[in-house]
């Protein structure tokens, strides 16, 4: 309600904070705490890429018209008048109303546009190259992820550098911290990509689920329980190893606000990897953070103690699922000791009280 105070009358920006808040209601309420200046820029920023999200994900459309539009959308950017009617529910009001962010963008500082812009056309072209290419390899893997969230942090911080309130986190340890957003979403997503109609789309790589089964599709079925779980702690091994950029990029904003932008989203990553590991629900439904633990995340995570506290909280939980018969057991525990190790040399733990988690 405070923040609706702030929100300027115009149409377009009445449309824009709206669909924020519609399409990811946390994300809405972090930009919304955001200062004044940064607030609008950041906004017409992540409604930018959810639109670009949206293209990428409507498998009814195309390939060649999706790669074109991909390519291209950065362009549109300046187009007050381009839509194009896709996706589904709020998604498909955005696109087919996009014009009032087209309109949001063009009021913004030409700094802030350009660095829009920028990353709209890097990440559209890095879509545009896995609709047609498969994620084969690891590195494959996480090419893709830098286009979806590796670049999302990277145009974050020209956003928060433009505004000249952070300058000192470098790019390398952004794309960390939105490599290890993208992978728990990755994660996640198995069994809502794998039944998408007309036709699949995935993102978990060849080189890791090939051990385990001939077809990705099998982890659906219960006689493949086993190596579902299997795999997916495999992936979530995986995802562990950007944890020590991600806490070292944190602890180098200066910003309170700034930082708590930042760090809510990854703090919800650990605790989403937690819940994952050794979870067979993830092949049957939604898996997802309760509700009242998410609030308690929002509420405490204030300075860079509160993130070692609630890293520390959530890999203990997670290593206290580790199975000893896992085949990747050891490489688990070995990343985990590394980042207690981390959480424990800060110093922060001794003033720490524990989330309730269960």
Not at 148 to 166: A, I, P, Q
Not at 306 to 335: H, M, Q
Request: hydrophobic content about 40%; proline content about 3%.
């Amino acid at each position: 309600m405070h923040a609706k105070k702030h929100i300027p009358s115009e149409p377009h920006w009445v449309f824009c904070y709206t669909m924020l808040h519609k399409i990811s209601r946390s994300f809405s309420l972090l930009i919304q705490e955001l200062h004044t200046d940064l607030r609008g820029p950041v906004c017409v920023y992540y409604l930018v890429l959810r639109a670009l999200d949206t293209v990428e994900d409507d498998t009814s459309i195309a390939t060649d018209v999706k790669i074109h539009i991909l390519m291209d959308f950065y362009r549109h950017l300046h187009d007050t008048e381009w839509h194009f009617s896709c996706g589904t529910n709020d998604h498909k009001v955005l696109m087919d109303d996009f014009h009032h962010v087209s309109t949001a963008f063009l009021e913004l500082g030409r700094s802030y546009q350009e660095a829009i812009e920028d990353i709209t056309r890097r990440m559209g072209a890095g879509m545009a190259k896995f609709i047609c290419n498969e994620v084969e390899t690891i590195d494959d893997y996480n090419e893709y992820c830098y286009y979806v969230s590796g670049l999302v942090g990277s145009g974050l911080l020209n956003l928060f550098r433009t505004s000249g309130r952070e300058y000192l986190a470098p790019d390398t340890l952004s794309n960390s911290m939105g490599l290890f957003l993208q992978k728990p979403h990755v994660i996640t997503g198995y069994l809502e990509d794998i039944n998408r109609i007309p036709e699949s789309h995935m993102f978990w790589p060849r080189q890791i689920w090939s051990k385990y089964v001939n077809k990705l599709e099998d982890f659906k079925y219960e006689e493949n329980s086993i190596k579902a779980v299997q795999c997916l702690n495999d992936m979530v091994t995986d995802a562990l190893i950007h944890v020590e950029d991600c806490l070292k990029c944190m602890s180098l904003f200066q910003d309170p606000v700034i930082f708590r932008v930042c760090a809510i989203p990854q703090i919800m990553a650990i605790g989403t990897l937690a819940l994952c590991y050794n979870n067979i629900q993830l092949f049957r439904g939604v898996v997802k953070m309760r509700d009242g633990l998410a609030a308690k995340v929002y509420d405490r995570t204030k300075t860079m103690s509160d993130v070692y506290g609630a890293f520390y909280d959530f890999s203990c939980t997670l290593k206290s699922k580790i199975n000893d018969n896992d085949p990747n057991a050891c490489k688990t525990k070995e990343r985990l000791e590394a980042i207690l190790k981390i959480c424990q040399n800060s110093g922060s733990l001794n003033k720490w009280k524990s989330y309730i988690i269960v």
